[in-house]
Structure formats: structure tokens, C-alpha cells
């Protein structure tokens, strides 16, 4: 069984910077991609940034948002830096997962979310 377990989130004044890390855990013979979404009170759940063969930011994040990974430890980070008050929203870890080699395909895999809250 493959786990996500995020962290980092919490409260910021706007302008300032905020890191989150996200470790899968378990029985992984491969991770094809990983990134974050994010689920603002009342908004639907939207890509922030993913990372696979190369990364992918939404627009709303570009020059501030920068997505990385550790595959040895494998672990994606993101370092949020100029936060404005419309970044605050819960945001979740996603993990492509290819538990062991004989599994047919990947999994996808979420995390349960950390809150990030920017105030002015």
C-alpha cells in the first residue's frame, strides 16, 4: 500500500514564502509523475503543478510556484514564494504509482491535503 504524507502548510503573511514537501511511502517500484492541486473554500480543485519527464504550472502560479523532486527519496516539494491571499486552499499531493514490477499500470494516488492561508 503506497501513502502520501504532505506537509509544510500553515499561515503567511501575503508577499512571504511557504514550502511544502510530500514523501510517498510503502511498497513503490515506480513513480512515473507527481504533483500538486489545490481546493480553495469554494472553488473546484485545480492543477497547481505537476512533475514528470519535465514540470507543467498552471498559469496562475508561473515565476512563483517552483516544483522539484527527489527521486531517491521520493518526494516532491514545492516552494511558493510571493503569496497572495487568492493562494490560500487546501492543497493536496497526487502520486502516479507503480507499486511492484509485475503490477499492470499506475496508480494514482492523493494525499489528504495540508492548508495553506495567506493573510494580508
Known amino acids: 500500500q503506497v501513502q502520501l504524507m504532505e506537509s509544510g502548510g500553515g499561515l503567511v503573511q501575503a508577499g512571504k514564502s511557504l514550502a511544502l514537501s510530500c514523501a510517498a511511502s510503502?511498497?513503490?517500484?515506480?513513480?512515473?509523475?507527481m504533483g500538486w492541486y489545490r481546493q480553495a473554500p469554494g472553488k473546484q480543485l485545480e492543477l497547481v503543478a505537476t512533475s514528470d519527464s519535465s514540470t507543467k504550472y498552471a498559469d496562475f502560479v508561473k515565476g512563483r510556484f517552483t516544483i522539484s523532486r527527489d527521486n531517491v527519496k521520493n518526494t516532491v516539494y514545492l516552494q511558493m514564494n510571493s503569496l497572495e491571499p487568492e493562494d490560500r486552499a487546501v492543497y493536496f499531493c497526487?502520486?502516479?504509482?507503480?507499486?511492484?514490477?509485475?503490477?499492470?499500470?499506475?496508480?494514482?494516488?492523493w494525499g489528504q491535503g495540508t492548508l495553506v492561508t495567506v493573510t494580508l
Open positions: 497526487v502520486a502516479c504509482v507503480k507499486p511492484t514490477a509485475l503490477t499492470n499500470g499506475y496508480f494514482e494516488i
Open positions: 510503502g511498497t513503490i517500484f515506480s513513480i512515473k509523475s
